[in-house]
């Protein structure tokens, strides 16, 4: 019997916090939008493509992709001092091979297409909520892609698996303590293209957590899309 | 069925898709332009409209950065100047480059910074598009270096409708606001009147048009616009 | 895109006939609009609308040993970022000299007026004060962010309280917070920045505008007791102001700190009611 039996903030083990999408919300770039799970809230703006600089960087088959994730000083309880810091690039990189996966560059060779994600309030799940921003904002802006992507935390405390870890959860210490697992997944592939866990699980366990992510991405998808095709207007 | 009446019909045939859509299912048809064949399905690879034409399925994108096309005729700024003619930022994923072979009379190589510098407007045309850029030409009469008025840029999408049907509405903002209207298929647009209340006038009614850009019977909208705001 | 020549030297021949392209007058403000809260883990943050401008100012707190020569008074720090995301301008690396003029104009701004009162900051003389951060982020670009900055600032330290501090530990309880505000003064600085586009002095320009312009001058003043005192200032960019734009800026900075404070003090107190 798992110690964990009902959430801190009352939610379902499967169900995420609410929701909010904003599209358009930097008239500068190409695309943007802003993807909140609950208080951890996401906005990432697209540039390009366009022509990349020094030369020596291009690619002369396909465009690259580039992807800065960052957060805000003031989106934590202890201030993050500004700055690029190890985890900030870490999780760029990965955001960057998730996101290289679905776009399509090969009609724009010597190209880049630039990604920011930046982080004002954070309650754990940033990286998540920031890939889903970024997939707002790619498709925004025209990129072309092969397929769009989702992405949701899973969290294991003690024995109990639960969607969209908040804070709290992250820090939980009874038991088996807490697994902090995030999954990306290609929304038409069903691919897994980003995956990263700090904590204790099983094999048989993690992949059931696989299988509560995809569920989950798969909702997260159909708002993905619901949002688009609601927000014709630009 | 007038010209808004088309416009309208052929509307409605459209589905607004996200990529990775699957948009048609069937043998039958055939991917066009950001579509692909994946198994039985025809998918989309780009956030835009789709659109059947008898079998073929293409998407018409909804935004997205101006791919220059032969023909084009575009306003860029010149961003350096090379031995052989000059680089323009045309605002493409490419730059533009007007070789000395392409102006309307010789220019002889000590020439090329007097004749066009850095920071100056061009309106030109596109050649050829190659992998790495756009060839450019300013050979054709009204086309070269701009000294005066201003520039406006706007999202490409909506030079369609700036534009307007055999120039009907680009037609009417030079009648109503007396102005020297070029569209660059490139989003910017030089405007040039005998008064700043001119120009003034020419900027407002292309940021309405674009505001409105989804509405059909656009060109009557905006002649009864030009009414209420001429002297404003 | 950069501004191209032919639009910066329309701009300047706009001005000439008392016109901008917005329809505004030279030395209006854009739509002023502000958020306050906009991050629950802040002491105190905003985000600032100026027109299509759109910055966030956050306040972070720390306990920490007091300066040297100022052993009974808080510490003040303000740092400003112009993210990539607001402008594909920004290139990538450490802050150029943009962001760091932002940050410092902002600082000078509180810091000067003497808007917090730093001796109520004093947790144990020569041994613990409090530290007030302030970071700014850009959200998008479209001209004036010295003076959004200094708005979301002042907004942001308005809104801020005062962490838990436990006595016994000395040490902060970070995302624990009392009803206690900052010790604030009920003068509200207020920064404008003047650029000098052709022979005419604007407010509020947008990215364009501020392309064509070629000086700046950046004032902070404040009211006390019904008479306005300057407390910061700075010229920026390369042309020079003669004797007479300046003393005509000085003019025009009495005059239109009413009017600037008066839309802070309305977008300030609509925001506070939207946060109920």
């Keep these: 019997m798992s110690k964990y039996t009902k959430r801190f903030d009352g939610r379902k083990f499967d169900e995420t916090r609410k929701i909010k999408i904003e599209l358009d919300i930097i008239p500068n770039a190409d695309g943007s939008a802003l993807f909140a799970f609950g208080d951890t809230i996401a906005m990432a703006a697209v540039y390009g493509p366009k022509q990349l600089h020094p030369q020596h960087m291009q690619n002369p088959s396909k465009g690259i992709l580039r992807v800065k994730y960052d957060m805000m000083s003031f989106s934590v309880t202890e201030r993050k001092k500004p700055g690029p810091n190890r985890r900030g690039m870490e999780i760029s990189k990965v955001s960057e091979w998730a996101l290289a996966d679905i776009v399509d560059l090969d009609s724009f060779p010597n190209t880049v297409v630039d990604v920011h994600i930046m982080i004002p309030q954070a309650n754990a799940s940033t990286r998540v909520a920031g890939l889903n921003a970024a997939v707002l904002a790619l498709a925004r802006a025209g990129v072309p892609m092969k397929e769009m992507a989702a992405a949701v935390s899973i969290g294991k405390m003690d024995k109990t698996l639960v969607v969209d870890v908040i804070k709290e959860e992250e820090d939980y210490e009874e038991g088996e303590g807490a697994t902090d697992i995030a999954f990306c997944f290609g929304s038409r592939s069903k691919k897994v293209l980003l995956t990263q866990l700090d904590g204790k699980i099983s094999p048989a366990e993690l992949k059931e957590a696989m299988k509560l992510g995809e569920q989950a991405c798969s909702k997260i998808y159909e708002m993905l899309k619901d949002a688009l095709k609601k927000g014709v207007e630009k | ?232 | 895109m950069e501004t191209s020549e032919i639009t910066k030297k329309r701009i300047a021949d706009f001005l000439k006939e008392g016109k901008r392209f917005d329809g505004r007058k030279l030395l209006e403000y854009r739509n002023l609009s502000i958020e306050l809260g906009v991050s629950n883990k802040a002491e105190g943050s905003a985000r600032v609308k100026l027109g299509k401008t759109d910055v966030m100012v956050g306040v972070k707190m720390d306990v920490m040993e007091p300066y040297r020569d100022s052993p009974n008074e808080g510490v003040l720090s303000a740092g400003a970022e112009l993210t990539q995301m607001a402008s594909e301008r920004v290139e990538s690396g450490p802050p150029g000299f943009d962001a760091i003029e932002v940050g410092r104009l902002m600082d000078r701004g509180v810091r000067e007026s003497h808007f917090i009162d730093f001796e109520k900051l004093c947790i144990k003389e020569g041994e613990k004060v409090w530290t007030v951060m302030i970071d700014f982020y850009s959200v998008n670009d479209d001209g004036s962010l010295i003076d959004a900055a200094s708005i979301g600032a002042v907004a942001a330290l308005m809104n801020a309280k005062m962490p838990k501090y436990d006595e016994k530990k000395e040490v902060v309880e970070f995302g624990e917070w009392t009803t206690k505000k900052l010790p604030l003064s009920k003068s509200v600085p207020v920064t404008m920045t003047f650029y000098k586009i052709g022979s005419k002095i604007v407010l509020d320009p947008t990215r364009e505008e501020e392309d064509a312009s070629t000086a700046k001058l950046t004032l902070t003043l404040v009211e006390e007791d019904g008479k306005k005192s300057i407390n910061a200032s700075q010229k920026g960019n390369e042309a020079g102001l003669t004797m007479k734009e300046m003393e005509e800026i000085f003019d025009i900075a009495e005059k239109e700190y009413d009017n600037l404070l008066a839309k802070f003090e309305k977008a300030y107190s609509e925001a506070e009611k939207a946060k109920d």
Excluded at chain 2, 169 to 195: A, F, H, P, R, Y
Excluded at chain 2, 215 to 221: I, K, P, S
Aim: proline content about 3%; aromatic content about 6%; some cysteine.
């Design chain 2, 1 to 232: 069925m007038n010209e808004e009446e088309r416009v309208e019909e052929k509307r409605e045939e459209r589905v607004l898709v996200v990529p990775g859509e699957s948009i048609v299912s069937g043998e039958d048809y055939l991917p066009g332009d950001w579509t692909k064949r994946e198994g039985k399905d025809i998918v989309s690879n780009r956030y835009g409209l789709a659109e059947k034409s008898g079998r073929l399925v293409k998407i018409i994108p909804l935004s997205g950065i101006y791919m220059p096309r032969a023909g084009n005729v575009v306003i860029g700024t010149v961003t350096d100047v090379t031995f052989n003619g000059w680089i323009m930022d045309i605002n493409a994923p490419y730059s533009g480059f007007l070789p000395l072979s392409e102006t309307p009379r010789f220019i002889n190589k000590e020439e090329i910074q007097s004749f066009i510098d850095i920071g100056e407007i061009v309106v030109a045309k596109v050649d050829a598009v190659k992998g790495k850029g756009v060839d450019l030409t300013i050979k054709i009469r009204g086309l070269g270096k701009k000294e005066d008025g201003m520039l406006v840029k706007v999202n490409h999408s909506k030079v369609p409708r700036i534009i307007g049907r055999e120039g009907s509405m680009i037609n009417l903002i030079k009648q109503e606001t007396g102005c020297d209207i070029i569209v660059g298929q490139n989003g910017l647009v030089w405007i040039k009147g005998n008064s700043v209340d001119e120009e003034l006038f020419a900027k407002k009614s292309i940021e309405e048009i674009t505001r409105r850009s989804f509405v059909a019977g656009l060109t009557e909208q905006m002649e009864k616009w030009f009414k209420e705001n001429k002297g404003k």
